[in-house]
T-cell receptor, first 112, second 116 residues
Framework: DAKTTQPNSMESNEEEPVHLPCNHS???????IHWYRQLPSQGPEYVIH???SNVNNRMASLAIAEDRKSSTLILHRATLRDAAVYYC?????????????FGKGTLLTVNP | NAGVMQNPRHLVRRRGQEARLRCSPM?????VYWYRQLPEEGLKFMVY????????ESGMPKERFSAEFPKEGPSILRIQQVVRGDSAAYFC??????????????FGPGTRLTVT
C-alpha cells in the first residue's frame, strides 16, 4: 500500500490560512487522495478528496502536485473549531479501496 | 438527517466479560465499516459489512471478535472474553449503497471500551 508522510504537528493563528502538507511519493496512477480530520473525542470527518486536479469545497481546498507525489490541504481561514488531527489517506480506485488506513496525521493547533 | 449513531458511548467491562457495540448507519446507507483506535495510534480497519453479509473481515482478530449487520436493526461488533488489550475506541462508519469510485465514509462518535 502507498504510504503518506505528514508533519506531526502544525500551529496556526485564527483567521489565517493554513497549508497542511502530505507527501506520497509512491502513489500509483489510480490512487485517490483523501483528507479526513478528527476533532478531540470524536470520530473522523471527511474533508475532501481528489485524483489529479485541484479540488474545492465548502470546507477546504486540495492542491495536488503535477507529479502527484505530494498534496496540500488548504484551510482558507482557520477557526478554533478547525483544531484537530488531519489525516492524508490514499485509496485505490479498485479492489479494497474502502480500507482507509489512518496514520498518525498532523495535529493542528489554532491560536486565538 | 441523523448521522451515524453508536451506543454505548462508553463501556466498561471486566476481563472475561463480553462487550457488544452497536452501530446504526446513516439513513439510506447499507455499507458499514468498523475501525479500532488504540491509544496513541491511528484508526485501523477491522471489518466491512453489507446487509446480512460480511464482505471483508481481514482486519478482525481471529479469535473472540465477530461482527454482524442483520436485515433489520443495527450492526453489532461483539468481543467475547475481553482482555485489557481490547481497551480502545471503536468507530463505525457507513457509506451509501451506490457504488462510488472514491469511498466517502461517514463516521460515528465511537464507543470507548475500557477493560478493567
Amino acid at each position: 500500500d502507498a504510504k503518506t508522510t505528514q508533519p506531526n504537528s502544525m500551529e496556526s493563528n485564527e483567521e489565517e490560512p493554513v497549508h497542511l502538507p502530505c507527501n506520497h511519493s509512491t502513489i500509483s496512477g489510480t490512487d485517490y487522495i483523501h483528507w479526513y480530520r478528527q476533532l478531540p473525542s470524536q470520530g473522523p470527518e471527511y474533508v475532501i478528496h481528489g485524483l489529479t486536479s485541484n479540488v474545492n469545497n465548502r470546507m477546504a481546498s486540495l492542491a495536488i502536485a503535477e507529479d502527484r507525489k505530494s498534496s496540500t490541504l488548504i484551510l482558507h481561514r482557520a477557526t478554533l473549531r478547525d483544531a484537530a488531527v488531519y489525516y492524508c489517506i490514499l485509496s485505490n480506485s479498485g479492489g479494497s479501496n474502502y480500507k482507509l488506513t489512518f496514520g498518525k496525521g498532523t495535529l493542528l493547533t489554532v491560536n486565538p | 438527517n441523523a448521522g451515524v449513531m453508536q451506543n454505548p458511548r462508553h463501556l466498561v467491562r471486566r476481563r472475561g466479560q463480553e462487550a457488544r457495540l452497536r452501530c446504526s448507519p446513516m439513513k439510506g446507507h447499507s455499507h458499514v465499516y468498523w475501525y479500532r483506535q488504540l491509544p496513541e495510534e491511528g484508526l485501523k480497519f477491522m471489518v466491512y459489512l453489507q446487509k446480512e453479509n460480511i464482505i471483508d473481515e481481514s482486519g478482525m482478530p481471529k479469535e473472540r471478535f465477530s461482527a454482524e449487520f442483520p436485515k433489520e436493526g443495527p450492526s453489532i461488533l461483539r468481543i467475547q472474553q475481553v482482555v485489557r488489550g481490547d481497551s480502545a475506541a471503536y468507530f463505525c462508519a457507513s457509506s451509501p449503497s451506490t457504488t462510488k469510485v472514491s469511498y466517502e465514509q461517514y463516521f460515528g462518535p465511537g464507543t470507548r471500551l475500557t477493560v478493567t
